[in-house]
């Protein structure tokens, strides 16, 4: 299926058996990439459906329903100070790339800036692409910012932790590497500090709620670089588990 093109629709556009295509993918499936009548493509509704699809005039005719099987067997939950200028572009497009289900800028005692409501918008335009582009059935989720404290008792989950690059503290993989992984799907938060990096009332606070600090290594790496390297080895421990 990987030659097909695939175009993101939303739920009200699937009607029976029938996707109504909006002006702009008609056009985009018809002009640009001159699909003719009976030529398929794959619609995605970025919810864990996929559908192999048949151009029908301004229609998509469904074919069948596609088994997709990329998601991670984890939910990872990211919460982001926000970097400076568009760096979170990329932390978002790369993670979304990696598998996280669900993003959240958070304003710490650190963090220098409040993201504007285009930011959010763009951030979720970047992450329906990415997740479109990496073949995932689901398009993350990015949350509106929140405080560093709200951050941390948004999610219930089973193993929470928080990236600090001084100090003695395990490496995340070690402490990954202690979880049993079973079959049913575990949830999972991890913490990335601002440039300025965490305070220390930060991470107290954070170990109060049930975070583990955790290390990347010995080198301190941007905080548009340390939430990549998270998410790249939980996703390749999970994978390979
Ligand atoms: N100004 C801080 C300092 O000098 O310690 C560095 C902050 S760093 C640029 C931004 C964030 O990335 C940190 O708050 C932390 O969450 C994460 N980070 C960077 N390097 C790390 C490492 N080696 N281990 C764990 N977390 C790291």
């Not at 948004?154 to 990236?163: D, T, V």
């Not at 490496?171 to 799907?185: A, D, F, G, K, P």
């Amino acid at each position: 299926m990987a030659q097909l093109q695939r175009i993101a629709i939303s739920q009200n556009q699937l009607q029976d058996n029938r996707i109504v295509l909006a002006k702009e993918q008609h056009h985009y499936l018809a002009r640009v990439l001159r699909l003719s009548d009976g030529d398929k493509f794959i619609a995605i509704d970025g919810m864990g459906k996929w559908w192999l699809v048949k151009l029908q005039a301004e229609f998509g005719e469904v074919l069948e329903a596609l088994e997709v099987n990329t998601e991670l067997k984890a939910s990872i939950s990211l919460l982001l100070a926000l970097p400076k200028g568009n760096g979170f572009d990329d932390v978002v497009r790369v993670c979304t790339e990696l598998g996280v289900d669900r993003i959240v800028p958070i304003i710490s005692e650190r963090t220098l800036l409040n993201p504007s409501s285009q930011k959010l918008d763009r951030w979720r335009r970047i992450a329906a692409e990415a997740a479109e582009q990496s073949e995932r059935a689901f398009v993350p989720t990015i949350y509106e910012s929140v405080t560093f404290n709200q951050g941390l008792s948004l999610f219930e989950a089973e193993h929470k932790y928080i990236c600090e690059g001084r100090g003695d503290y395990p490496h995340l993989i070690e402490c990954w590497r202690r979880v049993q992984v079973s079959s049913s799907h575990i949830r999972v938060v991890v913490a990335v500090g601002p440039e300025g990096g965490w305070s220390t009332r930060e991470l107290e606070v954070a170990v109060d709620e049930g975070f583990e600090v955790v290390s990347l290594g010995k080198r301190i790496l941007r905080a548009v670089t340390a939430p990549v390297v998270a998410l790249s080895i939980l996703a390749a421990e999970l994978e390979c588990s």
